[in-house]
């Protein structure tokens, strides 16, 4: 359906802008932190193999990144790498991502490899994260 090719150019460009953000903040060439939360929605649904959080406030959602982005710092995180990425659109207004990203150090080693989807919504705002599942690879 070409609108919904429509939808899923979008995410994906969007979806870029996220990933060239997170990478970037992850790596220590930017110190931006509040940049990152125009990517998420409030609430936002954390769901991993450990634990299921509802992030209810902007606050929370900062701390959840802030926490995630200085662990890959402590890392040595470079950058990262895109395996597989799947945009589908369910309607104008949504669209689940589905990627397999690697994390590199800054000699280009694979510091780790992870699943994850993610359920994006379209906002009065724009696009926006409304779940994230991370998923074991």
Avoid: C
């Avoid at 939808?7 to 940049?35: H, I």
């Avoid at 200085?70 to 369910?90: S, V």
């Amino acid at each position: 359906m070409p609108a919904l090719d429509a939808v899923a150019s979008e995410v994906g460009e969007w979806f870029g802008g996220y990933f060239d953000a997170f990478r970037s903040l992850a790596a220590g060439e930017r110190t931006d932190l509040a940049s990152i939360l125009g990517f998420y929605g409030v609430p936002l649904v954390v769901v991993s193999d450990a634990r299921y959080v509802a992030l209810p406030d902007r606050g929370a959602v900062m701390g959840f990144a802030t926490t995630a982005i200085a662990q890959l710092l402590q890392a040595g995180y470079a950058g990262g790498a895109i395996h597989h990425l799947d945009i589908r659109p369910l309607n104008a207004r949504a669209a689940l991502i589905e990627g397999t990203f690697s994390r590199l150090d800054r000699r280009g080693a694979e510091l780790e490899r992870v699943g994850t989807a993610y359920l994006a919504a379209k906002t009065d705002d724009g696009w926006r994260f409304t779940s994230l599942i991370l998923a074991a690879t």
